[in-house]
């Protein structure tokens, strides 16, 4: 099948060009023998002898076959292709090939998207053998290990093998494109609090919305978690870059803000964008992936759900943070920080209660370090776990040592509750150290609240299963601390000093804290006043009926040595406030 007969032809005849052909292929001066014809017919790789026009003079079995082509001989190669499907700018190349007498090797899409390579070799006795290769199977395997199985997205190898082709295309045409890096945001809490099955049906959905807002040229990726990128070479006719970009980025923003109903679930998720444009920023795929992540960065650092362009300030910018961080480990491997300690005064009797332990970093070359730089950063990171272990043991054994039984206040970040090892350290801490835990006071933020509230809840009442005392950090600053104070029983509520601050010549921070006051002495919770800097202030906080004051113009942070004194015997106890 698919081979005429090669013995006995006319000589103007295919199968009489091809006696003539197959005798001189054999030997110049032999006549074709049958056993090499049937060698060829036999041949595993599927085979086509074309003459110098192109027409084919000889196709084995395995060729006919693959071609779906039962006669192939005596057809031209276009009628050929024709009729197996091929597309025509990919047959078009063996056509120019064959005219131009060269040798070629090209990729050929037949009917039911086959996918063959085709190999065009010219022969020393005029002619050519064409040999094909069927590689379906081994694209699709490659195009699966491109592929992201849980949303069938483009994964990160894809994206960058797409990427470089997209930008070899553009150096040549100039158009410009984009890569805009996405990070879901919140979508941490949907996996925890209702499972990996509910936070995987989330991420389809959230892949689908995303096709939805791109055109057909742009390639959408999951790059892994809640990351997602998408490679933008089809912006909508008569836009520009960066316009193009922007229009995407803004419409990705709103699009996967809206709502999921997942399972029976209501869920919101954000979106935080970071855009890299190509030449501006970048012409190598690692440099626009980098730029587009540095941007994202960004754009979750100045409150997420909004995006941001690349800017070459932000290469500085991550610099000097890799090497803030690079410092912060070893300085928790070195043990550098510090603790100091700001006392709390009993408003009524103008007796230092406790201290509240601060955390203090003073780099042997920066110099003291920011508080507010470096323990955002620490939690980022995750090594505010570490810090904060620390810092209890260092607070607790301090206490531990004072003349009086005062308290010691030590903050909690919201990462040390994940992990489920808060309470077990705490109670080693305690052990360790001998402080009595009524004289442990931790205080916590709003954000430690924010996500799995519950999980957080039965941390705090297995912390006071212990005897340690809870307090609420910068109350009033967070929407939901009201509902908290219903469930949890907080033994103190610390006012935020923005208040305080406020209270001269603002009635109504004024009376927040106359309220929050209030609140705390019927809930049966002692309240602080943070931040207290005038005397003004001072004779407003005790008017408003507050039971401490912490700030500046009662005492300043101050070394241990500093504070063991203020409550060694033989110092004067201070006089009440005025």
């Known amino acids: 099948m698919g081979r005429p007969s090669t013995r006995g032809g006319l000589p103007g005849t295919p199968s009489g060009r091809m006696s003539a052909f197959l005798s001189a292929l054999a030997a110049p001066s032999l006549p074709a023998s049958p056993p090499f014809e049937a060698a060829l017919a036999e041949m595993a790789a599927p085979l086509l002898l074309l003459d110098a026009d192109g027409t084919v003079l000889f196709a084995n079995a395995r060729a006919a076959a693959l071609l779906s082509c039962a006669e192939p001989a005596g057809l031209s190669l276009p ?3 024709a009729s197996c499907g091929a597309a025509e700018p990919e047959g078009a190349l063996v056509l120019d090939a064959v005219r131009a007498a060269r040798p070629a090797r090209t990729r050929l899409t037949l009917a039911a998207d086959r996918r063959v390579e085709a190999a065009l070799a010219p022969l020393s006795v005029g002619g050519f053998a064409l040999t094909f290769e069927d ?3 081994h694209l699709r395997g490659a195009a699966l290990a491109r592929q992201e199985p849980l949303t069938g997205l483009c994964n990160r190898v894809g994206l960058h093998d797409r990427l470089d082709a997209a930008l070899a295309e553009a150096g040549r045409t100039g158009t410009p494109l984009a890569v805009l890096m996405l990070d879901l945001d919140r979508f941490k809490s949907v996996n925890d609090t209702l499972g990996h099955p509910v936070g995987d049906a989330l991420l389809r959905k959230v892949a689908e919305r995303l096709r939805k807002a791109t055109r057909a040229g742009d390639v959408v990726a999951r790059l892994g978690g809640d990351e997602f990128a998408i490679l933008q070479v089809d912006p909508r006719p008569g836009a520009e870059q960066p316009q193009a970009a922007e229009a995407l980025a803004r419409r990705l923003v709103d699009l996967v803000g809206r709502t999921y109903v997942v399972d029976g679930h209501m869920l919101n998720v954000g979106v935080s964008v970071g855009v890299a444009l190509s030449p501006a920023d970048g012409s190598d795929a690692d ?7 540095l941007a994202l960065y960004r754009a979750k650092a100045e409150g997420r759900g909004t995006y941001r362009f690349f800017e070459p300030a932000m290469n500085a910018q991550m610099q000097a943070r890799r090497s803030l961080e690079i410092d912060l480990r070893r300085a928790l491997a070195l043990k550098q920080f510090d603790l ?7 408003l009524e009797t103008g007796q230092v209660t406790g201290f509240e332990a601060l955390l203090r970093w003073n780099h042997p070359e920066r110099g003291p370090v920011s508080p507010a730089l470096f323990i955002p950063l620490a939690e980022e990171i995750g ?20 003349a009086q039984p005062a308290s010691i206040a030590v903050n909690l970040s919201p990462v040390q509750f994940r992990g489920g090892k808060l309470v077990e350290t705490v109670m080693n801490v305690l052990a360790q150290t001998g402080l009595d835990p009524t004289r442990l006071e931790l205080e916590i933020t709003e954000g ?16 006071r299963a212990l005897g340690v005392k809870i307090s609420m950090d910068d109350f009033g600053t967070g929407y939901s601390s009201l509902s908290y104070l219903q469930k949890f029983p907080f033994d103190k509520i610390k006012i935020d000093q923005s208040f305080v601050r406020g209270m001269e010549g603002n009635a109504e921070c004024g009376a927040i804290v106359r309220a929050i006051a209030r609140l705390g002495a019927s809930l049966g919770m002692r309240t602080t006043a943070e931040g207290v800097e005038t005397a003004t202030q001072l004779d407003a906080i005790r008017a ?14 101050m070394p241990a040595a500093q504070a063991a004194a203020l409550l060694s015997p033989s110092v004067p106890s201070p006089a009440p406030l005025a």
């Open 135 to 137: 590689v379906t199977e």
């Open 79 to 81: 009628a050929l292709l």
């Open 287 to 293: 440099d626009l992936l980098k730029h587009a992540d």
């Open 383 to 402: 090594i505010i776990v570490g810090i904060g272990e620390w810092a209890l043991r260092a607070a607790c054994r301090e206490a531990a040592s004072w």
């Open 340 to 346: 100091a300690f700001q006392p709390q005064i009993q």
């Open 448 to 463: 430690a609240l924010l996500e799995n509230t519950d999980s957080v809840l039965d941390v705090l009442n297995g912390l």
């Open 544 to 557: 408003e009926g507050c039971t401490e004051v912490q700030g500046y113009l009662t005492g300043r942070p």
